[in-house]
């Protein structure tokens, strides 16, 4: 993460892992589908990049991952320097070679989460206690949050601008969640004995920029039952570059080495209102992590 003409710049984005957060897309006539399931594949000045991307990490995420041994990038994403996630796994094995076998098995949990946020405050990470659902959960920002952060210690973004945001999220009263998923059917349509059903999802889409727009989607919850409304960045494939300079139109994902992306405020507050519109708790989060960021 650099500086940049009063933007954001991330560089090195890894858009090809498997498990990345960015997927190629592609517009067709009637909808939007990956650029994998394409017959030609080829990056089109028409295709976009859809980033889900994130605001906060809990910490006891940051455990639980090196405990399944994780790589941390797969938890923490690119918003967080690379000393500090190495401090923390070698701050966790060396843990694990140094406790005995009862003191692992009773404390090591409670004795990792210390020294955990002991690291975080040496790497100037701020950690935000939020209550959920009776309990106190803890977590640090990230990506979304961090770039936010970054613009604000760097006077791209005002104190004035922050509580413009603070404002606007305290006067929010309505939610997208309140728009559910529609099923329909016709049982007059019925293939061996099975009659046809749709599921349609609420999407809303916002432009930022010639670069840059927003869509938010309500999807079922990965690890959980229910529903939540999705946030993604999507950039234009148009105006991106590799981390060479070179332009991506052209090239094939496969073949790609990463890229560049240039978040200016605009993008950077636009993303942080649609978290806060998607729903009630997202909005709490935000307010936390806004009064966190001007405090720090």
Same mark, same amino acid.
């Given at each position: 993460? %650099?500086?940049?003409?009063?933007?954001?710049?991330?560089?090195?984005?890894?858009?090809?892992?498997? $498990?990345?957060?960015?997927?190629?897309?592609?517009?067709?006539? %009637?909808?939007? !589908?990956?650029?994998?399931?394409?017959?030609?594949?080829?990056?089109?000045? $028409?295709?976009?990049? +859809?980033?889900?991307?994130?605001?906060?990490?809990?910490?006891?995420?940051?455990?639980?991952?090196?405990?399944?041994? %994780?790589? /941390?990038?797969?938890?923490?994403?690119?918003?967080?320097?690379?000393?500090?996630?190495?401090?923390?796994? +070698?701050?966790?094995?060396?843990?694990?070679?140094?406790?005995? *076998?009862?003191?692992?098995?009773?404390?090591?949990?409670?004795?990792?989460?210390?020294?955990?946020?002991?690291?975080?405050?040496?790497?100037?990470?701020?950690?935000?206690?939020?209550?959920?659902?009776?309990?106190?959960?803890?977590?640090?920002?990230?990506?979304?949050?961090?770039?936010?952060?970054?613009?604000?210690?760097?006077?791209?973004?005002?104190?004035? +601008?922050?509580?413009? /945001?603070?404002?606007? *999220?305290?006067? $929010?009263?309505?939610?997208?969640? *309140?728009?559910?998923?529609?099923?329909?059917?016709?049982?007059?349509?019925?293939?061996?004995?099975?009659?046809?059903?749709?599921?349609?999802?609420? /999407?809303?889409?916002?432009?930022?920029?010639?670069?840059?727009?927003?869509?938010?989607?309500?999807?079922?919850?990965?690890?959980?039952?229910?529903?939540?409304?999705?946030?993604?960045?999507?950039?234009?494939?148009?105006?991106?570059?590799?981390?060479?300079?070179?332009?991506?139109?052209? %090239? !094939?994902?496969?073949?790609?080495?990463?890229?560049?992306?240039?978040?200016?405020?605009?993008?950077? $507050?636009?993303?942080?209102? *649609?978290?806060?519109?998607?729903?009630?708790?997202?909005?709490?989060?935000?307010?936390?992590?806004?009064?966190?960021?001007?405090?720090?």
């Amino acid at each position: 993460m %650099k500086i940049v003409d009063n933007k954001i710049v991330l560089d090195n984005i890894p858009v090809i892992a498997h $498990t990345s957060k960015y997927r190629f897309k592609r517009r067709t006539e %009637k909808f939007s !589908d990956y650029l994998a399931l394409q017959s030609d594949k080829i990056i089109a000045n $028409t295709d976009y990049i +859809e980033w889900q991307i994130s605001y906060d990490i809990k910490i006891d995420n940051i455990y639980n991952a090196l405990k399944k041994e %994780k790589d /941390l990038d797969n938890v923490i994403g690119n918003s967080k320097p690379p000393e500090l996630k190495q401090k923390i796994t +070698e701050c966790y094995k060396n843990l694990q070679s140094n406790l005995s *076998a009862r003191d692992k098995k009773k404390y090591f949990k409670k004795y990792f989460l210390t020294l955990l946020e002991s690291i975080l405050q040496q790497f100037d990470e701020p950690i935000v206690t939020k209550r959920r659902n009776g309990k106190d959960v803890k977590i640090i920002i990230n990506e979304l949050s961090d770039y936010y952060r970054e613009a604000y210690k760097n006077n791209i973004i005002s104190r004035n +601008e922050v509580n413009d /945001l603070l404002n606007f *999220a305290n006067s $929010t009263n309505q939610y997208l969640d *309140a728009y559910n998923i529609v099923r329909e059917w016709n049982n007059n349509q019925t293939v061996s004995g099975f009659s046809l059903r749709w599921e349609k999802y609420p /999407l809303f889409v916002s432009d930022v920029n010639d670069d840059f727009f927003i869509e938010i989607i309500k999807k079922h919850m990965q690890y959980a039952i229910g529903y939540q409304n999705m946030i993604f960045l999507c950039a234009k494939t148009y105006n991106l570059k590799d981390i060479d300079g070179d332009s991506i139109i052209g %090239k !094939d994902p496969k073949n790609l080495k990463n890229i560049t992306f240039a978040l200016d405020k605009n993008v950077l $507050t636009q993303t942080m209102k *649609a978290f806060i519109i998607a729903s009630e708790n997202h909005k709490k989060d935000i307010i936390d992590i806004l009064k966190t960021i001007i405090l720090n």
